[in-house]
């Protein structure tokens, strides 16, 4: 009852944006609510989050309720055929636009083998020895942290970190009686990791409940530099799994080596006709229709790369050629191998001619090219190769008659977007991020990532730009995700910018 009386006094008699937040304020609110906001990092990161248990996905969903609504927000579950999306709302004073804010809740999977600590779900804290390698050290020691310290679990960056970082942003402004002058609404995302299936349907069921102005991306990494990013596009993704087969069941490669066709070399010949050496794709028409204009390229090499030291970051001798420079190539369509599988390796290595390989493809997809042209030359290109192509596991009337067989299968999750610059949000973000660090942040024409965020641009006609705010060496999607507590403190020092900034 107090929190609401609270929240009903602020509507009633703050003064809003007659108290300026300055750079030093921003700096001292940031640090205090780092701080105060731990235990709900840990908490959150505590709890399972694999979209493939929706019993886990449950306790999520009930975390974020309980915890929008202790700040005064009301929640509404926007139901799917198997988890929900989470919308927070919160009325604005005297509010004349309204910000739709996405977050992002669930993870990737975790292989407990390969992190180096007990439990991905449970949160542990370290420091960087001398020699590299990354110590534990006791969570107490928290309270006095440094910059560099890291806390280390599933979702650390992607995307719960953030998640921690607006809530201890809200109670920021709340407790320094600022009410943002426009209508806040959250929508809480558990599927973002397996592509966000139901979102564009539910989206476009839900457009008046979800009308709104723009939109802000709370998720992904800032620039190499670690400076503070502003993110105007995306490219989207489709997926493609792709299967060659060889004998019935794996045969003994003495009996039927030399004789037994096997899948995994035509699958790696199929997969290496498509590129050449330099990683372009050399499928006819995969690269149609996008140009970089002089204007763009103004754009792209105004961004602080340095080719060297991402190279030796990822530790590299050469790279692609696709592009001339890092921001050219993500501007561009991708084929990307993610995974590949045949037999069995390291202590289960079998002498056999496996019976079947795969292949998972990822591509990228930019607003210049249509998801389904790229697919259809992708599956054309397969069927040059002289295999006879199937959506479906053969039958033994197919393998036999046909010399080479596929199976091809896709979905494509979502297209990109892409926001101009001097867009009344980017405008409004730009102005936020300068007066909080006192410096212009980068500005980024697309990242090479993929958000769900299209849905809402297309079905809600709103513009969408994203704020990153993690370390980018933070190992999402793979072991010992982390998030550098520097990161965490100037994220939250972002948000409580954005938030006290008139709109």
């Known amino acids: 009852m107090k929190k609401v009386f609270q929240f009903s006094f602020l509507l009633l008699v703050s003064t809003s944006f007659s108290q300026k937040l300055d750079q030093t304020k921003l700096e001292a609110l940031s640090a205090s609510y780092a701080k105060s906001s731990f235990p709900i990092l840990q908490e959150i990161l505590s709890i399972p989050n694999d979209a493939f248990y929706p019993k886990e996905i449950e306790k999520n969903v009930r975390w974020c309720e309980s915890n929008f609504q202790e700040r005064n927000f009301t929640t509404t579950r926007i139901e799917t055929s198997t988890v929900p999306l989470l919308l927070a709302e919160r009325p604005g004073k005297r509010a004349k636009k309204t910000v739709l804010v996405y977050l992002q809740i669930d993870g990737q999977p975790v292989d407990t083998s390969r992190w180096n600590q007990e439990s991905p779900y449970t949160p542990v804290l370290k420091m960087q020895e001398s020699n590299g390698d990354w110590k534990e ?112 069941a794996p045969q003994h490669s003495g009996h039927f080596g030399n004789f037994a066709p096997n899948p995994a070399l035509r699958l790696s010949k199929l997969l290496a006709s498509m590129k050449d050496d330099d990683g372009r794709v050399i499928i006819p028409g995969f690269y149609d229709g996008i140009s970089i204009d002089p204007e763009t390229e103004k754009i792209l090499k105004a961004v602080p790369d340095n080719t060297a030291q991402i190279m030796d970051r990822l530790q590299l001798g050469s790279i692609d050629k696709v592009g ?99 867009s009344e949000v980017g405008l409004w973000l730009r102005r936020a991020l300068q007066k909080s660090f006192d410096e212009e942040p980068i500005m980024i024409r697309m990242s090479g990532g993929s958000i769900p965020i299209s849905p809402f641009v297309t079905t809600l006609g709103i513009p969408a730009v994203t704020v990153p705010t993690v370390n980018r060496d933070n190992n999402q999607h793979s072991p010992n995700e982390n998030i550098r507590l520097g990161n965490y403190r100037e994220g939250i020092q972002t948000m409580i910018a954005i938030l006290s900034e008139k709109l």
Do not use: C
């Not at 990791?193 to 476009?204: H, I, N, Q, Y």
């Not at 997809?365 to 069927?383: F, Q, T």
């Open 137 to 248: 050290i006791p969570w107490e020691r928290i309270q006095n942290y440094k910059d560099d310290w890291r806390v280390f679990a599933r979702s650390a960056s992607d995307a719960k970190g953030p998640v921690a970082m607006f809530l201890a942003a809200i109670d920021a402004i709340d407790d320094e009686k600022i009410s943002p002058n426009f209508n806040l609404k959250v929508i809480m995302d558990f599927e973002e990791e397996l592509g966000s299936p139901r979102l564009p349907d539910a989206v476009t069921k839900n457009s008046e409940l979800l009308k709104s102005d723009m939109l802000i991306i709370f998720d992904g990494p800032r620039h190499i530099t670690n400076k503070p990013t502003l993110t105007f596009g995306a490219r989207g993704i489709a997926t493609i799994q792709l299967t060659t087969y060889g004998p019935i």
């Open 324 to 422: 001339s420079y890092y921001q050219e190539s993500i501007q561009y369509p991708s084929l990307n191998i993610r995974g590949m599988q045949s037999g069995w390796i390291d202590e289960k290595v079998r002498t056999i001619v496996p019976g079947w390989a795969r292949a998972e493809i990822d591509v990228r997809l930019v607003l210049e090219s249509d998801p389904e042209r790229l697919i259809s030359l992708i599956r054309n290109h397969v069927k040059d190769q002289g295999f006879y192509v199937t959506d479906e596991v053969p039958g033994k009337e197919e393998r036999m008659n046909n010399e080479k067989v596929a199976t091809f299968n896709y979905e494509v999750s979502y297209q990109s977007f892409r926001t101009d610059f001097d």
